[in-house]
Nanobody
Framework: QVQLVESGGGLVQPGGSLRLSCAAS????????MGWYRQAPGKQRELVAA???????NYADSVKGRFAISRDNAKNTVYLQMSSLKPEDTAVYYC?????????WGQGTQVTVSS
């Protein structure tokens, strides 16, 4: 059983920064893709950033230049550094890991951008 545990969410003012963490219960090399998704109230879950193993990182257009996904293989952890946050970034952020047809999700962490 794979567990993904997110942390780092919270309330931040517009223009601020947050770093989300996703700790996996097994080596990140076990997965083909690691990524972050988000879901705002009343909206569908959407891709924020995806990091394929050995491939190019993909970002949603709305976060390009502001967000950065990274990984620490020694800690089995994936990060999402978020900068220049906007109110429209408010959502529950989910960590995602995929291995073939198997897809795993974390429980989500709330990010609220408000003054």
């Amino acid at each position: 059983q794979v567990q993904l545990v997110e942390s780092g969410g919270g309330l931040v003012q517009p223009g601020g920064s947050l770093r989300l963490s996703c700790a996996a219960s097994r080596s990140l090399f076990s997965f083909n893709v690691m990524g972050w998704y988000r879901q705002a109230p009343g909206k569908q879950r959407e891709l924020v950033a995806a990091m394929p193993d050995g491939g190019s990182i993909n970002y949603a257009d709305s976060v390009k230049g502001r967000f950065a996904i990274s990984r620490d293989n020694a800690k089995n952890t994936v990060y999402l550094q978020m900068s220049s946050l906007k109110p429209e970034d408010t959502a529950v952020y989910y960590c995602n890991a995929a291995l073939g047809w198997r897809v795993y999700w974390g429980q989500g962490t709330q990010v609220t951008v408000s003054s």
